[in-house]
């Protein structure tokens, strides 16, 4: 079990560009959820999966940003058309069980930059 | 909507001494869940711990423990012998029984003095 992996760590990326990030999760974890963290704010929530399913997406994930989770394992968000205001860091965090027994594993995110 | 609201940006401890970091939340439910994360320079979040509300016992952690007060909405971490490695951020967190995500608040950036 080497935690939950995020790659890149790292993007530079010129405005009106598309980015995808990459989200590999503990293995035979159900739930993966992606959060949004800007500078001096705590992560804000984006969306999650259980399996497979996207089974929440908040009013920040706009038409510009979709995320998959084929077959329920890793998982991708793309940004589209960026923007400035798109530079933030992208969490990324894995559970299983549910309820008072779910407990959350973050990756070490991916710093985004739009130039 | 749910909010979270850490008041000190930012604290300070001397090695070995105790520190309280504190917390209030606004929620009309009566079924949730709060945390305190820990963030480091590596940018991981890591569990501290956590507390359900239908408990009125405060959770601990080893040298970490809670002051969870339901009524007031209060939710204050206590780390007790304050050592360098506690030098983070620290994020409190809520989430609704019924829900799948967190709310954070801002974050308070601890710093530890040798």
Not at chain 2, 41 to 61: C, F, G, H
Request: aromatic letters at 12%; hydrophobic letters at 30%; glycine letters at 6%.
């Amino acid at each position: 079990d080497t935690g939950v992996s995020q790659d890149p760590r790292h993007k530079i990326t010129k405005r009106g560009q598309n980015v995808t990030f990459r989200c590999d999760p503990i293995s035979e974890h159900n739930r993966l959820y992606w959060y949004r963290q800007t500078l001096g704010q705590g992560p804000e929530f984006l969306t999650y999966f259980q399996n497979e399913a996207q089974l929440e997406k908040s009013r920040l994930l706009s038409d510009r940003f979709s995320a998959e989770r084929p077959k329920g394992s890793f998982s991708t968000l793309e940004i589209q058309r960026t923007e400035q205001g798109d530079s933030a860091m992208y969490l990324c965090a894995s559970s299983s069980g549910t309820g008072e027994n779910e407990k959350l594993f973050f990756g070490s995110g991916t710093q985004l930059s739009v130039l | 909507a749910q909010t979270v609201t850490q008041s000190q940006p930012e604290m300070s401890v001397q090695e070995a001494e105790t520190v309280t970091l504190s917390c209030t939340y606004d929620t009309s439910e009566s079924d949730y869940y709060l945390f305190w994360y820990k963030q480091p320079p590596s940018r991981q979040m890591i569990l501290v711990i956590r507390q359900e509300a239908y408990k009125q016992q405060n959770a601990t952690e080893n040298r970490f423990s809670v002051n969870f007060q339901k009524a007031a909405k209060s939710f204050s971490l206590k780390i007790s012998d304050s050592q360098l490695g506690d030098a983070a951020m620290y994020f409190c967190a809520y989430k609704r029984r019924s829900q799948g995500n967190l709310i954070f608040g801002k974050g308070t950036k601890l710093s530890v003095k040798p």
